[in-house]
């Protein structure tokens, strides 16, 4: 079965940390770029972070740009997400996603395998 399972979510308050993780089962990631996107409740998805095959380059949403890390370990099929400094807007579902490409991507489209993603919430 192909999938992409994230784990790592959850309640925490603000200025809280969080590190979500996206494990690939059936699915090869190591070749492809790959994505953390969000969407809050009556909200489009947007884009987080994006990161590179080898994990070398890494792209930030303005809005999350120095409180977010993306990371990735090829060896265990797993890119990771963390969560620094959380602030209520912060709160979404986050979901990760394989790139059709090797290179860093940050249009949605671009992504074809997409994880059901954790739940968020971040409480002022």
């Known amino acids: 079965q192909v999938q992409l399972v994230e784990s790592g979510g959850g309640l925490v308050q603000t200025g809280g940390s969080l590190r979500l993780a996206c494990a690939a089962s059936?699915?090869?990631?190591?070749?492809?770029?790959m994505g953390w996107f969000r969407q809050a409740p009556g909200k489009e998805r947007e884009f987080v972070a994006a990161i590179n095959w080898a994990g070398g380059v890494t792209y930030y949403a303005d809005s999350v740009k120095g409180r977010v890390t993306i990371s990735r370990d090829n060896a265990k099929n797993t890119v990771y997400l963390q969560l620094n400094d959380l602030r209520p807007e912060d709160t979404a579902v986050y979901s990760c996603?394989?790139?059709?490409?090797?290179?860093?991507?940050?249009?949605?489209?671009?992504?074809?395998?997409w994880g059901q993603g954790p739940q968020v919430t971040v409480s002022s």
């Open positions: 059936g699915l090869t990631i190591s070749s492809y770029a």
């Open positions: 996603a394989r790139a059709r490409f090797s290179n860093a991507q940050t249009a949605a489209s671009r992504h074809d395998y």
